[in-house]
């Protein structure tokens, strides 16, 4: 939704314009500044149409504050109350309500600007081109082509749906009014969202052509190098916007970010520092700026911003916890723990288990467990998501045992725990425990028999790890009928039927499953049956295209070297 400011109006008024005390003594009276304009005064039915706004607006019944402002906006034609209606209904997206009402403050102000972007704007929603080019024509002649580029603007403030509709109707507004450079803006815009890149650059370098200094048209056309794969083009234009306007703010942080995403950290980092010491007192750019750096890598620079942040006790809970991952990012970890520890506030727990999870990596097993034991203690809440968050740090540093351990103390204090039986079964399942992986889902199961997740690991690890196939499709299939289009249990299902002998039958559920979520197991388990079937080019297309976003993925190679394919 397009967000014009709604500003609390009715208070102002009453305050203003009902007053019934009598006036005191007066003494000598400085006179009244001769802008300032007579307060209102409304007969006691608007007073009380008023009132019953605001309270509706305070208790979010924002309907019933327009249906209250509209009646009022009618009753006394103060362009306050219509325009404060007129907003409001925009705000609501009501578009023929505050059409309606840009007319009616029209009427008061005929050449007010808002109410001409308002009418435009209303226009344009329901889809009346015409009708909204004359009120432009208005607009244009009253405030000239600024006016036409907020108006433009105005797209960033709406929803999807309306930022298309009216980049779409002013670009097609470019033809009537060839001189107008916000309009061919809007052109380039909308061919872009077109996906017609090359058009889009042509309409923007119309508008510049028109107004060379058009900032947002300026931006525009780097974008469009880029996506047009002019990557040096895009970054030159860029470098001479930064070297001609040198305190302009966005040019650069442009530049910084497109920098950053063709991977030349060296110059992005050399921008960064540039900007940092010309708004040396915006921290919160600063901020931006260092976690922009960060994600795309440049890890340096991010950290030495963000201790400069830090010694100026700026959100120094955030600060600890973005240097811990850069620290992390540089393989710094001890460092990174120093900084996860010294975080407070909402993101202590967070900060406080990655300190965890790094001090198991560093094989300092006893402060891990001691620290995961202190927050199990501070947060009672959360315990059991500690625990098996834990259980999964000491499986996934190679003792899977410990994590056993830790899961037996914990269901032992709690045997009918659901989520810490599912958890210590699917660790028994790594060590080969069978048994005890059974056991505790069919615990689980006796507690919950529609447990989706759970019917689903017992019938995929018995497919999967015994002949008990008939019994693994029945739960296989129980977890079906409950989560239908659930792709982990689309592959148990395609893989048990497949282990039954029944390959064609098996290809369709597999085939879903990887559409739906094509990870190497997956990948692994729906080429095997295609090359079973014969189906051998199609099983190394799925092959080659999970490897090269998983070159590693061992259940790829391993289903390879049993069937003795070759990509």
């Given at each position: 939704m397009t967000r014009f400011l709604f500003l609390p109006l009715c208070g102002a008024l009453?305050?203003?314009?009902?007053?019934?005390?009598?006036p005191a003594p007066k003494a000598a009276e400085p006179e009244p500044p001769a802008a300032t304009r007579a307060a209102p005064s409304y007969d006691s039915e608007t007073l009380s149409d008023l009132l019953v706004a605001e309270v509706a607006a305070q208790r979010q019944s924002l309907g019933v504050t327009l249906a209250y402002y509209s009646q009022a906006a009618h009753n006394t034609g103060d362009p306050q109350v219509i325009s404060q209606a007129a907003q409001l209904a925009h705000y609501l997206e009501d578009h023929q309500q505050a059409l309606a009402l840009s007319e009616l403050w029209l009427e008061q102000e005929p050449a007010n600007e808002e109410a001409l972007q308002l009418a435009i704007l209303s226009e344009i929603r329901l889809g009346n081109i015409d009708a909204a080019s004359r009120y432009l024509d208005t607009l244009l002649g009253e405030h000239g082509g600024e006016a036409l580029g907020r108006l433009v603007g105005q797209a960033r403030g709406l929803d999807a749906q309306g930022n298309r509709q009216l980049v779409q109707a002013l670009a097609q507004l470019s033809d009537r009014y060839p001189d107008q450079a916000p309009l061919w803006?809007?052109?380039?815009?909308?061919?872009?969202?077109?996906?017609?890149?090359?058009?889009?650059?042509?309409?923007?370098?119309?508008?510049?052509?028109?107004?060379?200094?058009?900032?947002?048209?300026?931006?525009?056309?780097?974008?469009?190098?880029?996506?047009?794969?002019?990557?040096?083009?895009?970054l030159r234009h860029l470098k001479k916007l930064v070297r001609k306007y040198p305190d302009a703010r966005r040019p650069r942080i442009t530049y910084i970010r497109m920098l950053l995403a063709t991977g030349a950290t060296r110059n992005a980092e050399k921008q960064l520092s540039i900007l940092a010491e010309q708004h040396p007192q915006d921290l919160d750019l600063r901020f931006s700026l260092a976690l922009l750096a960060l994600e795309a890598g440049a890890t340096n620079s991010a950290r030495q911003e963000l201790q400069a942040l830090l010694s100026e006790n700026y959100r120094p809970g955030d600060m600890h916890l973005y240097l811990g991952q850069a620290a992390e990012q540089a393989e710094n970890l001890n460092e990174a723990v120093d900084h996860y520890l010294k975080v407070q506030g909402a993101q202590a727990v967070r900060a406080n288990v990655q300190a965890a999870r790094l001090l198991y990596q560093l094989d300092n097993q006893d402060q891990a467990s001691a620290l995961m034991a202190s927050l199990a203690g501070k947060h009672p809440e959360l315990s059991t998501s500690l625990i098996i968050t834990e259980a999964e740090m000491r499986s996934s540093t190679g003792n899977p045992q410990g994590a056993l351990a830790l899961l037996d103390r914990a269901v032992k204090a709690e045997p009918d725990n659901t989520e810490l039986l599912y958890s210590r079964a699917m660790v028994a399942e790594t060590i080969g425990d069978l048994d005890k992986m059974e056991s505790d889902l069919r615990h689980v199961l006796s507690i919950n028999p529609d447990d989706a997740s759970t019917l689903n690991a017992l019938g995929y690890t018995l497919a999967n790890r015994t002949q008990r196939l008939d019994e693994a499709y029945d739960y296989i299939s129980r977890a079906l009928e409950l989560r239908p289009d659930d792709p982990a249990i689309l592959d148990s299902m395609g893989w048990v039927l497949y282990k039954r002998g029944e390959p064609e039958a098996a290809r369709e559920y597999l085939r879903r499953a990887y559409e739906k979520f094509p990870d190497p197991e997956v990948a692994a388990h729906y080429g095997e049956v295609l090359w079973v079937l014969g189906a051998q080019n199609q099983a190394r297309q799925v092959w080659r295209d999970t490897l090269e976003t998983n070159p590693d993925a061992p259940h790829i190679r391993e289903v390879m070297e049993k069937l003795g394919a070759r990509l």
């Open positions: 009453l305050l203003n314009g009902c007053a019934t005390k009598s803006y809007a052109r380039a815009l909308w061919l872009e969202q077109e996906g017609d890149y090359a058009g889009a650059l042509e309409a923007d370098e119309r508008a510049l052509d028109l107004m060379p200094r058009h900032e947002d048209a300026l931006l525009l056309k780097a974008q469009l190098l880029h996506k047009l794969g002019e990557e040096k083009k895009a």
